[in-house]
């Protein structure tokens, strides 16, 4: 299962995929299907300003793909930086998931 929630852990996008799926196969789809959407309260296609995840999504060319979309990143990277960095982040998806 994969979501992708707003900062108070309202979910966006949800998506779901087979279970020997990795995580980060499934990012580019969840941000493609987000930016589609319309805001109806400002008129115009929600954008969002900064990705938060963990060390699934560390790979270069996802790094690229989402700035290249003018997407702020902030993924953990392996072994430079630990999980307890994005705790305060990552909470919010594991509040949500559950």
Request: glycine share 10%; proline share 5%.
């Given at each position: 299962?994969?979501?992708?929630?707003?900062?108070?852990?309202?979910?966006?996008?949800?998506?779901?995929?087979?279970?020997?799926?990795?995580?980060?196969?499934?990012?580019?789809?969840?941000?493609?299907?987000?930016?589609?959407?319309?805001?109806?309260?400002?008129?115009?296609?929600?954008?969002?300003?900064?990705?938060?995840?963990?060390?699934?999504?560390?790979?270069?060319?996802?790094?690229?793909?989402?700035r290249g979309k003018r997407i702020g990143v902030r993924?953990?990277?392996k072994g430079i930086e630990s999980s307890e960095r994005l705790g305060?982040?990552?909470?919010?998806?594991?509040?949500?998931?559950?």
């Amino acid at each position: 299962m994969h979501v992708l929630s707003d900062r108070s852990g309202l979910p966006l996008v949800v998506g779901i995929s087979n279970g020997n799926t990795h995580d980060s196969q499934g990012l580019k789809p969840m941000i493609a299907g987000l930016q589609s959407k319309h805001d109806p309260d400002r008129g115009r296609h929600y954008k969002p300003r900064k990705l938060h995840a963990d060390k699934a999504y560390d790979q270069p060319d996802l790094r690229k793909w989402v700035r290249g979309k003018r997407i702020g990143v902030r993924i953990a990277r392996k072994g430079i930086e630990s999980s307890e960095r994005l705790g305060r982040h990552r909470w919010v998806i594991e509040r949500t998931m559950s």
